[in-house]
């Protein structure tokens, strides 16, 4: 009886998954997103909704990702990137906080195993952020995730931890601007400056144009991913919470109401339907821009 079971449940999961392949076949007749984006929120809601133990929800939240992450590389999206934990949650309790991290550091560990969703569809993980504030362990995990998939070239995956987008442009500001100076501290010391240091030694307009927009998306965080097409925001929250600010000027914003462990492929699917509904809209807006 047993055996027969198991059968039923191979036989059903083979059909959902030839189902969804027919369903891709359609969907890739019109445009397929280069990128998208997750804020993964509702975690802590769905475990105090089911009453499980504290931390049930972010492990089942990972189960999740791991089928979003199935559906965009089937599907043929490059990008993808996930909101994984901002700056400001370590505001939170030191116990939270540090389980969060424990939980973090062994699903990196299980990123790194052979037969991981990573290597099977050949996907290259970028950990962005300030990765400074993380805790040596994960660290340490993280510049081994990347450096283990640095030569897989057939997706991209960008974790973003211990982010904010003010931090993000923040940072790249910065490195602007101390790139721009040690480059004209240079040109000086070897004389082709032409005292570009010295007070009045260029005008107004060459001041203005001193640091461009390029130099500044150059040292941003998500400089390796292209601005995100569709951002997927869980829990039915409507705002960005400091993320991708920058790069969100034309993309769909889709805000389903379930909670993140909830996601599933009926989301996805409504996700895509409707951004290739406005996808040439928010085309002709990114050109003009």
């Known amino acids: 009886m047993e055996r027969i079971r198991e059968r039923v449940i191979q036989i059903y999961g083979n059909l959902v998954s030839l189902l969804q392949k027919c369903i891709f076949c359609i969907l890739s007749v019109g445009p397929i997103p280069n990128h998208i984006a997750f804020i993964m929120d509702g975690n802590r809601r769905f475990t105090k909704k089911c009453k499980l133990?504290?931390?049930?929800?972010?492990k089942i939240g990972f189960s999740a990702l791991m089928s979003m992450l199935k559906y965009c590389y089937e599907f043929g999206v490059r990008y993808v990137t996930v909101y994984a934990f901002s700056i400001e949650n370590f505001k939170r309790s030191p116990e939270e906080v540090q389980s969060l991290m424990d939980l973090m550091l062994e699903k990196i560990e299980e990123?790194?195993?052979?037969?991981?969703i990573v290597n099977r569809y050949g996907v290259r993980?970028?950990?962005?952020?300030?990765?400074?504030?993380?805790?040596?362990?994960?660290?340490?995990?993280?510049?081994?995730?990347?450096?283990?998939?640095?030569?897989?070239?057939?997706?991209?995956l960008s974790i973003c931890v211990a982010y904010t987008s003010t931090n993000e442009i923040m940072h790249a500001v910065q490195e602007s601007c101390e790139e721009k100076w040690d480059e004209i501290t240079l040109l000086n010391s070897s004389g082709a400056g032409y005292g570009l240091i010295s007070l009045g030694g260029y005008e107004q307009d060459e001041m203005d144009h001193l640091i461009k927009l390029t130099d500044i998306e150059k040292h941003m965080y998500m400089a390796a991913a292209p601005d995100p097409d569709i951002i997927i925001r869980t829990s039915g929250e409507t705002?960005?919470?400091?993320?991708?600010?920058w790069q969100s000027a034309n993309c769909y914003l889709y805000l389903p109401s379930v909670l993140w462990p909830e996601i599933g492929f009926r989301q996805f699917l409504w996700a895509i339907l409707n951004f290739q509904q406005i996808h040439f809209y928010l085309d002709k807006q990114r050109k003009q821009s």
Request: no cysteine; hydrophobic share 50%; charged share 20%.
């Open 53 to 58: 133990m504290e931390g049930a929800g972010h």
């Open 111 to 116: 990123i790194l195993k052979e037969q991981s």
């Open 125 to 156: 993980v970028i950990f962005s952020g300030n990765l400074k504030l993380l805790s040596e362990p994960v660290r340490l995990a993280a510049e081994r995730a990347m450096l283990a998939t640095a030569k897989n070239s057939k997706a991209v």
């Open 239 to 245: 705002r960005l919470s400091n993320f991708l600010l």
